[in-house]
């Protein structure tokens, strides 16, 4: 099957994890890695997993993870007036955790918060954490999101970055997650940016990349 690269449209290697015999593919332009669309798990399959997920927004621990992301974010962001959660799923802990910061939040998820934001609604922040990972289209939703950010507002994405080496990779714990399907690098956000005119804010160098709409 011959595929192109979701991020750039570049050509794609391609690789097999022997464990699994899933099939992968690099882009060695933005450096992306696609499991092959066959192993995608369709909506409801998708649904299932989440569904097990235990957030309990009273765990200390749940709580400081979130405080970890915005610890590195809000630095980088100024004061934003509004915000948004995209992707947030049953829990809504992190738009409170900004409310609470003074940032204003409105939170959407495609499963569990499907009518809580205004189609034209733009945002001075947007964060998205452990979604991208997800995404059957991933640049159709960051231009998604870009569109819903006003100009000079910052897009926040936490997704653990792939290790960049083939073999690395396939010893890493994040891609056997059968819903986890495209695997990123502050790379490929540099060249979301250069394709679509924004300033590369900064990254942590383990799973968090900070953006801005304009120069």
């Known amino acids: 099957m011959k595929m192109t690269c979701l991020i750039c449209d570049n050509r794609v290697e391609n690789f ?85 910061a003074g940032i204003p939040c409105a939170y959407y998820d495609p499963i569990y918060h499907q009518d809580t934001i205004q189609k034209n609604q733009k945002y001075d922040l947007i964060v998205s954490t452990e979604v991208f990972e997800h995404l059957h289209d991933p640049k159709a939703v960051f231009e998604d999101l870009l569109y819903r950010l006003e100009e000079g507002g910052y897009l926040a994405i936490q997704t653990q970055f792939h290790p960049d080496e083939i073999e690395p990779f396939k010893r890493w714990y994040y891609h056997q997650d059968p819903t986890h399907i495209v695997f990123f690098t502050p790379t490929t956000f540099q060249v979301l940016c250069q394709m679509h005119g924004m300033k590369y804010v900064g990254d942590n160098g383990k799973n968090i990349v900070v953006l801005c709409k304009g120069n």
Do not use: W
């Open 16 to 100: 097999v994890d022997e464990k699994s015999q899933i099939r992968y593919y690099y882009c060695k332009n933005c450096h992306t890695i696609l499991k092959d669309p066959q192993n995608y798990q369709d909506f409801m399959q998708q649904k299932a997993r989440y569904d097990l997920h235990d957030n309990d927004e009273d765990h200390s621990g749940y709580q400081a993870y979130f405080q970890r992301f915005l610890d590195f974010v809000l630095p980088l962001v100024g004061v934003p007036t509004s915000a948004l959660d995209f992707g947030c799923g049953k829990s809504t802990l992190l738009a409170l955790m900004l409310e609470n």
